[in-house]
């Protein structure tokens, strides 16, 4: 089993920024990716970010590009989401997936509430 837990959520005027923390603990050995995702109230949920366990090879949904950045400390078990100028439309709960190697081949956090609103 792997465990996320997810911090950094808020309430951010437009334009500013705000840092995403997922925390995984468990099994991890058997992490291959981290992804973070988002879901607005009334829509599907959709990736946002994606990084490489080993590489660190990254990508992005094109919104968010030159906005967003995924990293992840490999000695914490910790990945993150850099987002600045953040904009109204960025407002949903943000959640944090572990893709793993085995059975189950994912694992979610509980999410993260974060609003953009003046």
């Known amino acids: 089993q792997v465990q996320l837990v997810e911090s950094g959520g808020g309430l951010v005027q437009p334009g500013g920024s705000l840092r995403l923390s997922c925390a995984a603990s468990?099994?991890?050995?058997?992490?291959?990716?981290m992804g973070w995702f988002r879901q607005a109230p009334g829509k599907a949920r959709d990736i946002v970010a994606g990084?490489?366990?080993?590489?660190?090879?990254?990508n992005y949904e094109e919104s968010v590009k030159g906005r967003f950045t995924i990293s992840r400390d490999n000695a914490k078990n910790t990945v993150y989401l850099q987002m600045n100028s953040l904009k109204p439309e960025d407002t949903a709960v943000y959640y944090c997936?572990?893709?793993?190697?085995?059975?189950?081949?994912?694992?979610w956090g509980q999410g993260t509430q974060v609003t953009v609103s003046s």
């Open positions: 997936k572990a893709y793993t190697f085995g059975q189950p081949d994912q694992y």
């Open positions: 468990g099994r991890v050995v058997s992490i291959y990716r």
């Open positions: 990084i490489s366990w080993s590489s660190g090879f990254t």
